[in-house]
């Protein structure tokens, strides 16, 4: 994990980026469907939410279709953040909840855990972030976030059952209506 983060700034306060970013993320998360789309992407593809988020607010944003070095930073910051903290905290939150809720303090301990997963993927949201270089210099564009999604699939090779396309159409459908902020 050091050789990871080494020469990586993670700031103290969230970039205006990156606060953008999760503004964004929460209000895709929290329409209709787009919960459980992207848990069946997580939990079924392997996914990394994050990292289509992040796919779609750069179409959405204005950054327009992701380089293959981007994708290619975007996948290492998954491997590097997302799988060694992100998806212990997950684990251990999980666990939690189905083998130890009846102990006293074990709802507390979990909903702790909980909070520390939210702020590890906002540190990794920040991180995603930190890839753009450039500044934003397209209209917002679905068509944008799609072709971003299909390189990172690409990039992931990963193929997509016909049940985990449609939510993940879902999503992209969402984004037209999405506050970009």
Same mark, same amino acid.
């Given at each position: ?28 998360? &929290?329409? *209709?469907?787009?919960? =459980?789309?992207?848990? /069946? ?5 392997? !996914?990394? @939410? ?59 301990? &979990?909903? *702790?855990?909980?909070? =520390?997963?939210?702020? /590890? ?5 920040? !991180?995603? @972030? ?52």
């Amino acid at each position: 994990m050091q050789a990871f983060l080494e020469g990586l700034d993670i700031p103290h306060s969230h970039s205006a980026g990156a606060q953008k970013f999760w503004r964004f993320s929460l209000d895709v998360y &929290r329409r *209709s469907g787009i919960e =459980q789309a992207l848990l /069946a992407l997580q939990d079924e593809a392997s !996914l990394d @939410v994050n990292c289509v988020l992040f796919c779609c607010w750069t179409g959405m944003a204005g950054y327009g279709c992701l380089t293959p070095a981007e994708i290619n930073a975007v996948l290492e910051i998954s491997r590097g953040w997302n799988v060694r903290i992100v998806t212990r905290l997950r684990e251990v939150r999980r666990a939690l909840k189905d083998e130890g809720a009846e102990l006293d303090g074990v709802s507390d301990l &979990r909903q *702790s855990v909980k909070t =520390q997963e939210m702020a /590890a993927e906002r540190i990794q949201q920040t !991180l995603l @972030v930190q890839i753009l270089v450039r500044p934003p210099h397209a209209a917002p564009s679905d068509t944008a976030s799609r072709t971003n999604l299909n390189a990172y699939l690409e990039a992931r090779a990963c193929r997509l059952s016909p049940h985990l396309l449609a939510a993940l159409e879902h999503v992209v459908a969402c984004l037209r209506s999405a506050e970009i902020f």
